[in-house]
């Protein structure tokens, strides 16, 4: 129980100012995909069309080849997580949770209440009295519970402490090894959630750069790890994204593919090849893109 | 997974919200008249029937009502998957209910009153206001009294949805268009409405011209039904 979800030339228009600028890309069924971009690159705007909170000015968001807007089922399968202002919500967690428990046809009050133990969340307290950590803890409940076969976090982990965080992380997995669904996760700790992602999409300025599978994307760069100048031999003339250096050690994060021959060669001289970490490479694309 | 007709289930549950909020509305406004009976009472007056006593303030309750359903429902129902459409749908349905729940609650209010000054004197005023005017047959009075509150009600969810699309400046036109649409709405009643804001429109008792007045409520109705959704079918959830 997962859907595909399919964008067509997408533009979006506020106004003169394009949010999104003709964006096709298709999101395969029953994966995780990441989508980063850095503060206004149009995440949460492109995530509001999939969602049917708006309409692009041109182009079609299909989600298994039906328009989304106003079409009852299959906004039904979309689930859209995002940070609300609940300053002035005096209900408490169990009335909350009643309105997607009556909506949302394969919502699962089990795990919810498995889900609300494991975030500590306090269920006589009204929300409006949770921090901002706790509120964000509760969306996720609500996203995760209502198992949803498009389900999108849009940044949903904001104010929450890494314990918690790596909760919803590891609740994530657990809950996509036993129900796949259609996971759309974004944000921009990339380093802290990118084995999370099957999929990744980068966005920049509103343009699609990047929608890959992980694996590939990891194979656009290397780490290289070794005698810092032996290091510095293998890797002069290559395009650098990153470096680090501990006593004599160094390590390198390049950019383009390494050939089986050099990577042969570098085995050899005792250098170590790992993959580019995402973080490294999102930085040094959302650059070049500027 | 088969898609199901949510339109009944959003109209039940916003009328249930809603009528929640008319049980607290209605328990002052009764205490209120209680309290208003001891007042009277001291002074060797009288007060209006609860019926008439609370036509005004079940109106501008309505009005609240449809002003708040635009912001508390609309990004909420959406979020959780519901088209605008089953939202809007939902929602004509539960304030034709909730009009007719805040025309019933008055009236039986009236009856135990009438029933408990059949046993000890209350200082109730027979004498009604022309515009409800239960003399002139219960049914009537009713029925325009549940037409009133239904169009308050769409009144206010028109200032509330012209708000919410349109952000503060248009919105303020918004209730230029309300204090039109509630002075016609009492230009059809008798209620001195409109000729009381345009001076030179003449004004239309509605026991002078029944017809005349139901027409023109139904089609002041029917035009706020079709700019509401005009103004909802696609519009932009704010997040």
Not at chain 1, 16 to 28: C, V, Y
Not at chain 2, 67 to 85: C, D, E, L, P, S
Not at chain 2, 157 to 184: K, P
Request: glycine share 8%; charged share 15%.
């Amino acid at each position: 129980m997962a859907a595909k979800i399919n964008l067509n030339d997408v533009t979006l228009r506020f106004g003169k100012f394009e949010a999104l600028k003709d964006i096709s890309l298709t999101l395969e069924a029953g994966k995780i995909h990441g989508l980063i971009g850095r503060n206004g690159a149009g995440k949460t705007t492109l995530l509001s069309l999939l969602a049917a909170f708006r309409e692009p000015t041109q182009g079609h968001v299909e989600i298994d080849g039906e328009a989304v807007f106003e079409n009852p089922e299959k906004m039904q399968q979309v689930g859209f997580i995002y940070e609300k202002n609940y300053a002035d919500e005096y209900q408490k967690i169990p009335a909350m949770l009643e309105f997607p428990e009556s909506y949302r046809p394969n919502y699962d009050k089990a795990y919810a209440d498995y889900l609300l133990k494991r975030f500590n969340l306090p269920l006589d307290k009204p929300i409006y009295k949770l921090s901002k950590g706790m509120q964000s803890a509760l969306n996720v409940v609500i996203g995760l519970a209502s198992r949803t076969p498009i389900t999108i976090f849009d940044e949903a982990y904001i104010g929450m402490d890494a314990p918690a965080r790596e909760i919803f992380y590891q609740e994530i997995l657990a809950d996509q090894a036993k129900h796949p669904r259609t996971f759309i996760l974004s944000t921009h700790l990339v380093s802290e959630m990118d084995y999370l992602f099957d999929n990744v999409v980068i966005i920049d300025h509103g343009r699609l750069l990047m929608n890959e599978d992980y694996e590939t994307i990891s194979a656009q760069g290397a780490s290289i790890t070794g005698a810092a100048d032996q290091v510095d031999a293998f890797v002069s003339g290559m395009k650098l994204l990153n470096e680090q250096k501990l006593g004599g050690t160094k390590s390198v994060m390049v950019y383009g593919t390494l050939s089986e021959q050099r990577q042969l060669a570098a085995r050899q001289q005792g250098l170590e090849i790992g993959p580019v970490s995402l973080q490294d490479l999102f930085i040094h694309l959302t650059e070049e893109a500027r | 997974m088969k898609s199901v007709k949510l339109y009944p289930k959003v109209a039940f549950d916003l009328f249930y919200e809603q009528f929640k909020w008319a049980i607290w509305f209605f328990s002052f406004l009764i205490a209120g008249h209680i309290i208003g009976m001891i007042i009277v009472a001291r002074n060797d007056t009288s007060i209006q029937q609860f019926f008439v006593f609370s036509s005004q303030s079940v109106a501008i309750f309505m009005l609240v009502c449809g002003i708040i359903a635009a912001y508390a429902f609309m990004g909420y129902y959406v979020q959780h998957g519901i088209t605008r459409k089953d939202l809007y749908v939902g929602t004509v349905i539960s304030t034709l209910a909730l009009a007719l729940a805040v025309t019933l609650v008055p009236l039986a209010v009236n009856v135990i009153e009438h029933l408990i000054s059949n046993l000890a004197a209350l200082p109730i005023d027979t004498d009604a206001a022309p515009l409800y005017d239960p003399a002139s047959g219960w049914f009537s009075a009713a029925g325009i009294f549940f037409l009133n509150a239904f169009t308050y009600h769409l009144i206010g969810w028109l200032i509330g949805v012209g708000y919410y699309r349109f952000g503060w400046v248009i919105g303020f036109g918004f209730v230029g268009i309300a204090i039109a649409a509630l002075s016609l709405n009492g230009y059809f009643w008798g209620d001195g409405g409109l000729s009381s804001v345009i001076p030179w429109v003449p004004e239309i008792p509605a026991d002078a011209s029944p017809f005349l007045a139901l027409a023109g409520s139904l089609l002041l109705i029917a035009v706020l039904l079709v700019s509401t959704r005009m103004l909802t079918k696609r519009i932009s959830i704010k997040m």
